[in-house]
């Protein structure tokens, strides 16, 4: 039993027809419809635009508000956890003083010598650096000297 797909239809009834001057005129409607339509959606559009802006402009300015309390909050606690962490209220240049006395005095123990200690040691070379020179110099004036006299001594006799 095939079933037909097709509502019973009063034979009565006559088919519809189409009309092609209605047809133009429903056309025509919805093509100044979807002009009005258009028209209507530019010139709030802009409106849309410029509302949107706002609203982006008050969000911005919340979130920067907020922002800047936060980092307000994280600099407020960074500066508690610094003053514990000085001990108590100790001040960073004595704490980076005990800390450099603590390190010298390691460096003693391994048979490191101190800053002061190698200062002294280099003035004490350079000092011996002179003397060393200044035999050596003197006898090369010596000799220079006596040269120049046997020279002298030389024109004379002659």
């Known amino acids: 039993m095939a079933t037909s797909r097709k509502k019973d239809q009063n034979p009565a009834e006559p088919a519809p027809s189409f009309d092609a001057e209605e047809d133009d005129a429903s056309a025509r409607n919805v093509w100044l419809a979807g002009l009005g339509a258009f028209a209507k959606a530019q010139a709030e559009g802009s409106k849309v635009f410029e509302s949107l802006v706002n609203e982006g402009m008050a969000i911005q300015r919340k979130t920067q508000a907020l922002a800047e309390d936060r980092m307000a909050e994280a600099s407020k606690r960074m500066a508690e956890m610094t003053a514990r ?23 003693e123990r391994l048979g490191t010598p101190a800053a002061q200690d190698l200062l002294e040691l280099k003035e004490r070379i350079e000092r011996l650096e002179n003397l060393a020179k200044s035999p050596a110099e003197a006898a090369a004036t010596t000799a220079s000297t006596d040269v120049k006299r046997r020279a002298a001594t030389a024109k004379q006799a002659r």
Do not use: K, M, Q, Y
Request: aromatic residues 8%.
């Open 85 to 107: 962490a000085g001990g108590g209220g100790l001040p960073w240049g004595r704490l980076e003083g005990i800390f450099e006395e603590r390190v010298a005095r390691a460096l």
